[in-house]
């Protein structure tokens, strides 16, 4: 097939690595190293656009690639609709994909409350959804009066940035109002969800479906926070990790058969509505002394839970045939299953990432040194300047190591083991030392 994905991240290379065979065409915001590469061996091309909302430029150089399918994971995409502009333009084409509408799990944090409480009000945390600042300030008084303490979400999306916890981001219920202020005052923004501060575990789910059948992954824990011990900014996922058994230690197999009946709860709620959700579907779960509660469902493969997943593949899945059928509503379970290894993603960041803009940084990749270590590379922010010389894009994650083992722990250790091989003393880009680390894993079993 000739395919046409837009993506520029670490989960889209990782995507990639499984589409080879095919004709691979990309559109992103930058030459993300790794895509570049991989399309031109494919005989494909990589295409920058400045905007990946901007769905007429994604639709004209739809229109003049021509593929048989066409992919995205991006959240600002979907709610852009960039889904119905392309099959408009090619009612032929293959979209394994959400359009704007099923998407708007994500992209509506009051619609995804609203769904779940049709379902069972039980799995969602003590919530008000406010779309002016008088609400707002009633909304965080409730909770100041029960002395409860809050986190706050923006209603619409946030690149994964927007959540500020109490005790993490701000001390204060005045901090809270502050913040509320700023996020009801945005014009990107239609409200605020003001909700309790949720404690716990948190899990998530990568699950493939056309709508009908729903793939059982494994588990996935993510890292959202900059710093090691869950500290600093809250950020996109600094890293992942998976245990050889699919679950997480504080886990019961009850618990993951209730989260996942719940996430196909919310697939046929969404097909009673008349709309078919395709894709990856990627509900976020707390595991609390109250049961199981949702934190939040995304509507794309997740950055980097995906690429867990993706590498944790058996080599006998045919990606492509699974991303066909995802777009035909034909799935079935027996074409994808995955392999009995934990797996272990560390994102290596600008050192800037989370706090602030920040220059660009220049470093050096030995490449078949990483490949020795049993280690993937997947770029995200960074650009090639030449033979092993990469650049920062803006103040991002830059690029991705992931690795599979017995356990989490021998997964990192293989990166630890590339990070010291292949990259050199100077290399000034940042990292998690704590993903998949035994003594934080541990720490998950109390």
Not at 74 to 91: I, N, Q, T, Y
Request: aromatic fraction near 8%; charged fraction near 25%; hydrophobic fraction near 35%.
């Amino acid at each position: 097939m000739k395919i046409l994905l837009l993506g520029h991240m670490g989960r889209d290379e990782a995507l990639a690595d499984k589409l080879k065979g095919h004709e691979l065409h990309v559109i992103g915001k930058w030459e993300n190293p790794g895509l570049v590469e991989k399309a031109e061996k494919s005989k494909g091309r990589f295409y920058v656009t400045p905007d990946i909302k901007d769905t007429q430029a994604v639709t004209d150089l739809a229109e003049k690639v021509q593929p048989d399918m066409f992919i995205t994971n991006f959240d600002d995409s979907l709610a852009a609709g960039v889904v119905e502009a392309v099959r408009e333009k090619l009612p032929n084409v293959l979209i394994p994909c959400p359009d704007k509408q099923t998407a708007r799990v994500e992209w509506d944090k009051f619609y995804l409350r609203q769904l779940i409480d049709e379902i069972d009000g039980k799995y969602n945390p003590l919530n008000y959804m406010v779309e002016n600042f008088k609400d707002a300030s009633l909304a965080i008084a409730n909770f100041e009066n029960k002395n409860m303490q809050i986190a706050l979400k923006p209603r619409n999306l946030t690149g994964g940035k927007g959540v500020k916890v109490m005790g993490s981001h701000f001390g204060s219920y005045a901090e809270a109002r502050d913040y509320a202020k700023d996020v009801l005052n945005s014009a990107s923004q239609s409200g605020l969800e003001v909700q309790e501060k949720m404690t716990g575990h948190e899990f998530t789910l990568q699950i493939f479906t056309d709508g009908k059948t729903m793939i059982k992954p494994p588990v996935t824990h993510d890292y959202p926070y900059r710093e090691d011990g869950d500290t600093g900014p809250g950020t996109g996922g600094m890293g992942t990790f998976s245990m050889a058994d699919g679950m997480m230690p504080f886990l019961s197999s009850e618990d993951y058969e209730e989260a996942f009946r719940l996430s196909i709860s919310l697939v046929q709620l969404i097909a009673s509505k008349g709309m078919t959700y395709r894709g990856v579907l990627y509900p976020s779960f707390f595991k609390t002394e109250n049961g199981i509660k949702i934190v939040e469902v995304n509507a794309r493969g997740g950055d980097p839970e995906l690429i867990n997943i993706l590498d944790l593949l058996d080599d006998k899945v045919d990606m492509a045939e699974v991303l066909k059928q995802i777009a035909t509503g034909t799935l079935s379970e027996q074409s994808i299953s995955f392999k009995a290894l934990a797996s272990t993603m560390v994102y290596l960041v600008s050192p800037d990432y989370g706090y602030r803009s920040g220059p660009t940084y220049q470093f050096e990749i030995d490449e078949k040194q990483v490949a020795k270590q049993d280690v993937k590379i997947r770029f995200a922010a960074a650009e090639k300047i030449s033979k092993h010389k990469y650049q920062t894009v803006g103040s991002s994650r830059t690029v991705g190591l992931s690795a599979l083992g017995k356990t989490p722990q021998e997964a990192r250790q293989k990166i630890l083991n590339a990070l010291s091989q292949g990259f050199g003393e100077r290399m000034p880009l940042k990292f998690r030392q704590d993903v998949g680390y035994e003594e934080y894993i541990n720490k998950l079993r109390g």
